[in-house]
């Protein structure tokens, strides 16, 4: 990888990052974020430190993404322990005329 490309995943990476973080609250969405696979050349020196930065962004995103999700779960069991609608044991109305 050239440094052009190291600069371009790091772009990518950050723009994933803010994504997470510019979301609503209760509207994350992460399913569209493409994975990546290790460069095979080892990171330009003088990129080190914004690599750094991107990492800290991406811990910034992942927390927001698990509490989101955490929240999502809390939801979900509460909607779960509502018990589901069952039919009437007797006729909702009474036939008096016939």
């Known amino acids: ?11 990518r990476l950050e723009a994933d ?28 020196p003088h990129l080190a430190d914004r690599a750094r930065a991107v990492i800290d962004r991406q811990h910034t995103a992942m927390e927001r993404a698990r509490s989101e999700l955490d929240g999502l779960r809390q939801h979900l069991g509460a909607v779960r322990r509502v018990p589901a609608p069952r039919p009437p044991d007797a006729p909702a109305y009474l036939d008096v005329d016939g």
């Open 1 to 11: 990888m050239t440094d052009e490309d190291w600069a371009a995943l790091l772009d």
């Open 17 to 44: 990052a803010d994504r997470i973080l510019a979301a609503p609250a209760g509207a994350v969405e992460v399913h569209d974020i493409i994975p990546w696979a290790p460069p095979s050349s080892p990171l330009p």
